[in-house]
Nanobody, 115 residues
């Protein structure tokens, strides 16, 4: 079993920055992918960014150039810069284990961008 715990959410003004952290515990082996998803009120959950155990990254077009995902052992981070109100959402950490296949989610952390 894998547990994911997010931290770092909060409220920020437009143009500001936040850094989200996700700590993973439990047993999982490469290959795996960790990522950040977000869900705004009334909208579907969407991928924000992901990083594989090999270090390959993937970003949603809406955050390219503003967000950076990184990984340090059992932690994954999302550095969010130049935030806009459209980035307001609940952000969820995700881990996909390839073999045996399993998907794990954190509880989520709220990000609010407002003046």
């Amino acid at each position: 079993q894998v547990q994911l715990v997010e931290s770092g959410g909060g409220s920020v003004q437009p143009g500001g920055s936040l850094r989200l952290s996700c700590a993973a515990s439990g047993t999982y082996f490469s290959p795996y992918t960790m990522g950040w998803y977000r869900q705004a009120p009334g909208k579907r959950r969407e991928l924000v960014a992901s990083i594989t155990s090999g270090g390959s990254t993937n970003y949603a077009d809406s955050v390219k150039g503003r967000f950076t995902i990184s990984r340090d052992n059992a932690k994954v981070y999302l550095q969010m810069n130049s935030l806009t109100p459209e980035d307001t959402a609940d952000y969820f950490c995700n881990l996909v284990r390839r073999s045996p296949y399993a998907v794990y989610w954190g509880q989520g952390t709220q990000v609010t961008v407002s003046s």
